[in-house]
C-alpha cells in the first residue's frame, strides 16, 4: 500500500502543478494577459512529492511525516471547503481548484486511515529500517 500511496501522490503533485501553473500560464499567454494572473501558488506539491518519496524508501521519520501531513491536508481542506461551499464560484479556476481538492482530500483520508489501522507494524518496519540503517552505515 505505501507504494500506492507514493505514486498517488506523484500523480496529485503533478495534477496540481498543470492545473494550478501550467493551465493557468497557458491561458495567460494565449489571452495577452500577465503570466501570473491565474496562477494559485501552491508549495504543497513538493510536500507531496517528499512524502511520497519517503513512503518508498522507508525512514524512522516516514510514519509521524504521513500522519502529520495527512492530518495537515486534511484539516486545511475541510475548511478551505467550509469557506468555499459558503458561497462557492464556480469559474473554470476554482472549479479546477475543486476537483483538484477532493482527490487529495480523498487521498489522505486514505492514506491516515491506512496508517492508523497498521500503525502497529508500521512502527515496528519504521524501528526495524532504523537498526537496519545504522548496522550498514
Known amino acids: 500500500m505505501n ?3 507514493a505514486y498517488f501522490l506523484f500523480i496529485l503533485a503533478a495534477w496540481t502543478i498543470v492545473i494550478k501553473y501550467l493551465f493557468p500560464i497557458a491561458y495567460a499567454i494565449d489571452n495577452d494577459l500577465p503570466l501570473g494572473t491565474y496562477v494559485y ?3 504543497w506539491p513538493v510536500v507531496h512529492v517528499a512524502l511520497g518519496w519517503s513512503l518508498l524508501h522507508w525512514r524512522r ?3 509521524e511525516f504521513a ?3 495527512s492530518i495537515a491536508e486534511i484539516i486545511i481542506i475541510v475548511s478551505k471547503f467550509v469557506f468555499f461551499l459558503a458561497s ?3 469559474t473554470i479556476w476554482r472549479t479546477n481548484w475543486f476537483i483538484n481538492k477532493i482527490f487529495v482530500l480523498g487521498c489522505f ?3 491516515l486511515t491506512w496508517l492508523l489501522l497498521n500503525a502497529n507494524s508500521l512502527k515496528a518496519r519504521q524501528s526495524t529500517s ?3 540503517r545504522g548496522a550498514t552505515g
Open 88 to 90: 462557492p464560484e464556480w
Open 3 to 5: 507504494r500506492f500511496f
Open 67 to 69: 500522519i502529520a501531513v
Open 109 to 111: 483520508v486514505m492514506l
Open 61 to 63: 521519520y516516514t510514519f
Open 130 to 132: 532504523s537498526t537496519a
Open 41 to 43: 501558488l501552491d508549495f
